[in-house]
């Protein structure tokens, strides 16, 4: 068997890479152990939130399938942080977990190019350190030019519910073995990672007269700009529910402290800090006395309750007991316990920018692999090391790598290899220095021409762009010319609540307030007098761009003045066949640093932690001679 | 990165690394004082060159780091002086190389000659300040403290050194990473709101960001003020003696010489060039330029002279305005000073007390250049015009470096805008926005630029993570 490209799993990274590449038109053979299990939710059945939205818009806008499936199973959709600026709004909705699944296999299915092999890879295959194939647990060979793997929490996962152990990925799933060890043996590094998950309760058990609901926007907001606004939602609407524990339920869960795999040092793995277990939380801040819990719906026609905010790995009859403390689930049935698992990750210094490995050519990690957690930032690597395998298959020689500047996307892979981090990684908007610019709602601005470039958007999709890109540069400039005298808008102005002017202001100073809002200003003016405006407030994206870049003009302009003075750092590159070993003048810890991570930029390597800036200095200086 | 090329620039670096191989000798306390110097030596070839010369117990070329030996120093069969090497090996020296300290008993002649006996063994001169650019090229000190040390070897008088050593160890860093640590803690409130927007947490009021922030600013300004203060300990200051002719300007310089170095006679126009002289005073050096006496005057050689006084009072720090108590103040002299420098630089000084006492003319001090009387209060006048009334404790943090000021004056910028950006009801991720700008600035000082801390906090400190 050979596919010009293999693709080791059929998670969220894994079905982004397989989906890009086969349209940019190369062979795929998709190798997953269970193919019902595509794009399946591991956890948490949600997609979205601070940050994570964002990584979906930006996937969306470079032609990845993240959005799409999300919009068609999702069964709750809400815009977070609503009473902030644009730049932190951020898209969350719960799936229908069997759904998400779904339409995922649909979209997989249904792409030319992509072949699905049930079977599990337990071998890499190399010569002349190029990747050349694989080998499965089924005995077969399949060659390639090209292999990215997308092992999740798969590779010698390790399940822990109190003092028991069981070897899987996910619960009712087998681990990945073999493939770790045949990596470890053409000489990379791989460590141990833990994460947990709550357990889960039957939907009919649970008390909701006493709980406080939360119900989802009035308006939902799809992720994807490919969806059909007039069908969605696609399904109906649900909510979800909120609770607390208190000390009763607090003690016992101390209760099983002596059978805690955690506490007893049985987990070797390293859990998140933003995302620890209830033991965790209960032990380090002790002084909190009650912890909330988010009750929510696994699916529409499922009876499961996802409890979000008790992942634990404690004895199941622990968990049972202290969940029935909790206010509405005194009568719950516990269907499974919560569980951790530890599984095997590729610290990610060493894969490029590009998420090739540094090591073997033709060889990409990308997702939980990597050291991440969360489905988006894996879909985002996946869609990454997808469009740079086929780029590379297709003998092409452009690389597709997206700055710090650029999205969320870029400054999650930047730190990976540059910070290879030790904890599961999770993306967070205070992560991007940029993120006034980093918005959701100019993902499709600041990505589609890559997206495009790549064949994952179409023309008319750019086109469309461009023209709005048109529409709201002329329509800043006219803003600046178009002035209103005071007895043209103070009336307005009054009626908002805001001073009233003196003199006449340009409509751009007096978008600038926060009671005002450019849709009521423009209504004032003359419509017939100007046909662009007519054309803006026709085009409800062109009007909301030109609206936030006049309000929030000066900050925005901050950050790109910080831009340009970053970028100087970029664009001096560093050769790849550069010798860190020989600086002789560097500290031997950040001279291994360097070297570990082969930075490609003097933008890069200033961000390796532990790299001074007298390193750097030096490096510049033995870049210039 | 600039702020690594403000002290070390980029030809220097490159300079260094091409003269990084060469082993470097200089005298390392000051020269000719002292019962001891210490001559230290850096680079690869030190132990070998010191041990071609040193006679003790055992050869320092199999000597461990950090040890001491007794012995002298032989040059040309004579024996030179008794001496203690101190021996380091790379990397736990001062230079981050391997290095040799040498105390010998101090005479100026014993340390030219051991220096002289290393010129000829390959060893070279040290730059100044040398030593201290390897040190912080090889890692082994911060920026700030880099920059002390440069300011060290550049300090000329006692507070200086005291200052400049306050700073080395550190007091202006931790005064500024725990003005940073407060920075960090208000932003790490700020973004809990924005990422952690769903968990049951108490977010920061915006009252409290505002009252955060002017805790930092008056911090921050505190600092700012010592910056005159740091500026004359560092840089010393520059007075102008000037007045008309006559007026006692030479006697008032040698006066204050106590040597007799500007020729005085009752002749007006006797001071012809700029007589620049140094002497120091409270551990601050006054650099004092006596002047020709200003006139109108058809002598062209006066005439230049008088161009040359108005040039001094155009860089002075402190403008001396003398006046004969006899011929009384001048006036027209007056407004031209002030035509040339602003008026609070001036001091008006009446000498001559001694000829007509109880008379009593408008000025800051009466003063004999003569007698010496008054000089008491002159000194403090000229104290007070050069750093202003406020006590400064050389034990407290002192910005006395431009780039220091610079940068704190940028995190006050960015802290005032972002107080503006809270009045203006904006949301946390534009206050964020100016108060991390501002944590950059602070970072530049102390050559501090991580960006996880914040989060790294939040982890720390609050209980989230659904
Ligand atoms: C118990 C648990 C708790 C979690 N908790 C959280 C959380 O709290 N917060 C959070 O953000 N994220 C959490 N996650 C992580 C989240 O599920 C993952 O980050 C995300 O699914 C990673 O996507 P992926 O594509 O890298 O891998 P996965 O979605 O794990 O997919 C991996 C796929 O690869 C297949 N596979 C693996 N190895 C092989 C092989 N050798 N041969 C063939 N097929 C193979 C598997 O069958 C699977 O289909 C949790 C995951 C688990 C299992
Ligand atoms: N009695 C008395 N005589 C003084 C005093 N100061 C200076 N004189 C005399 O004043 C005369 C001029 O002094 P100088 O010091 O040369 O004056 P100058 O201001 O330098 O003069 P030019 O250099 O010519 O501008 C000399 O004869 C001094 O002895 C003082 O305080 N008391
Ligand atoms: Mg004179």
Known sequence: MYFDLIVVGGGHAGIEAAHAAAKMGVSVGVVTMDKSAFGRMSCNPAIGGSAKGHLVHEIDALGGIMGQIADRSGIQFRILNRSKGPAVWAGRCQSDRKLYSVEASKIISSTENITIVEDSVIEAIEEDRKIVGVRTLKGNEISCKALIVCSGTFLNG????????????????????????????????????????????KLESINYEILEEQPGDENPQPFSRRTDRSKFPFLPQVSCWLTKTDSSVHQILEKGFDRSPMFRGLINGVGPRYCPSIEDKIVRFADKPNHQIFLEPEGLDSDLIYVNGFSTSLPEEIQREAIAKIPGLENAEMVRPGYAVEYDYLPPYQIDLTLETKLIKGLYFAGQINGTSGYEEAAGQGLIAGINAALKILGRKDEFV?????????????????KSTDEPYRMFTSRAEHRLLLRQDNADRRLYEFGHRFGLISDNELKEMKEREVLITKSKDLFDEIKFKPDEINNLLESKATNLIDNAEPVSKLTKRPELNLRDLLQELDLEKYPLVNSLLANEKALEQVEIELKYEGYIQRQQDLIKKMEKLEEV?????????????????????????RPRSIGQASRISGVSPSDISILLVYLKN | MQLIFSIITQKELTEYLQNSEDTIVALATPAGVGAISVIRVSGPKSIEVVDSIFEGNGRIINAKTHTIHYGKIKYANEVIDDVLVSVFREPNSYTGEDSIEISTHG?????QKIIESFLEKDVRLAEPGEFTKRAFLNGRMD???????????????????????????????????????????????????????EEDLEFLPKEKVIERIDEIVIEIDELLKTYAFGKVIRDGVNVALVGKPNVGKSSLLNYLLKESRAIVSEIPGTTRDVIREEFSLDGILFRLFDTAGIRLTEDVIEKEGVFRSRDAVKNADVVLFLNDIIDGFANDLYKELKQLIKEDK??????????????????????????????ESLFKAMKQKAIGSENYSEKGAIVSNLRHFNALKKAKQHLVQAKESVQNGMSGEFIAVDLRNAESSLGEIIGKVTTDDILNNIFAKFCIGK
């Open chain 2, 346 to 375: 001036i001091l008006i000084t009446v000498n001559k007390i001694d000829l007509l006492h109880d008379h009593i003319i408008e000025c800051d001090v009466q003063i004999s250049a003569k007698t010496g009387e008054g000089i």
């Open chain 1, 402 to 418: 997206l700055k710090r500047s650029d999205a969320y996307i870029g400054v999650l892979i930047d730190d990976l290899v540059g």
């Open chain 2, 107 to 111: 005479s100026q002649l014993i340390v």
């Open chain 1, 158 to 201: 390790l399940m822990h519910t109190g003092l028991n152990a069981t070897k899987g990925g996910r619960f009712g799933e087998q681990p990945a073995i073999g493939l770790t060890e045949s990596l470890i043996k053409m000489g990379f590094e791989a460590g141990r990672l833990k994460t947990g998950t709550p357990p889960r309760l």
């Open chain 1, 573 to 597: 590159k560093i050769p790849e066949s550069f010798d860190f070993l020989k600086l002789k003048t560097i500290s031997n810890e950040s001279k291994e640093k360097l070297h570990k991570v």
């Open chain 2, 143 to 197: 920026l700030a403290q880099a920059e002390a040390v440069v300011d060290i070897i550049n300090s000329r008088t006692e507070a200086s050194l005291r200052g400049a050593r306050n700073q080395l160890d550190g007091i202006l860093s931790a005064k500024v990473d725990s003005l940073r640590e407060m920075l960090i803690n208000s932003s790490s409130m700020l973004e809990l709101e924005l990422d952690f927007a």
